[in-house]
């Protein structure tokens, strides 16, 4: 089994900057991607960015130029910079990982950004 820890959420002004970071533990053998989804009440969880354990990445049209989504594979965390936030951007943020071959998703518990006007 995999386990992710999120951490770095916050509250931050419009036009801030938060970092997250997603550490796994456990299977991360079986690990071929991770990444990031967001949920904003009332609405249905979106993919915010992607990456592969071969360093490719995928990152949601409305967050492109503003977010960067990395990886450090010696201390098995993804990261997430979130550079000019705004309002919009407020959610709570899941670290997501895809397991090789089954595809099965694992996700973190969750962490709150909020970005204030």
């Known amino acids: 089994q995999v386990q992710l820890v999120e951490s770095g959420g916050g509250l931050v002004q419009a036009g801030g900057s938060l970092r997250l970071s997603c550490a796994a533990s456990?299977?991360?053998?079986?690990?071929?991607?991770m990444g990031w989804y967001r949920q904003a009440p009332g609405k249905q969880r979106e993919l915010v960015a992607a990456?592969?354990?071969?360093?490719?990445?995928n990152v949601a049209d409305s967050v492109k130029g503003r977010f960067t989504i990395s990886r450090d594979n010696a201390k098995n965390t993804v990261y997430l910079q979130m550079n000019s936030l705004k309002p919009e951007d407020t959610a709570v943020y899941y670290c997501?990982?895809?397991?090789?071959?089954?595809?099965?998703?694992?996700w973190g518990r969750g962490t709150q950004v909020t970005v204030s006007s």
């Open positions: 997501y990982s895809r397991q090789l071959g089954s595809g099965y998703l694992t």
């Open positions: 456990g299977s991360i053998l079986r690990i071929n991607a």
């Open positions: 990456i592969t354990n071969g360093g490719d990445t």
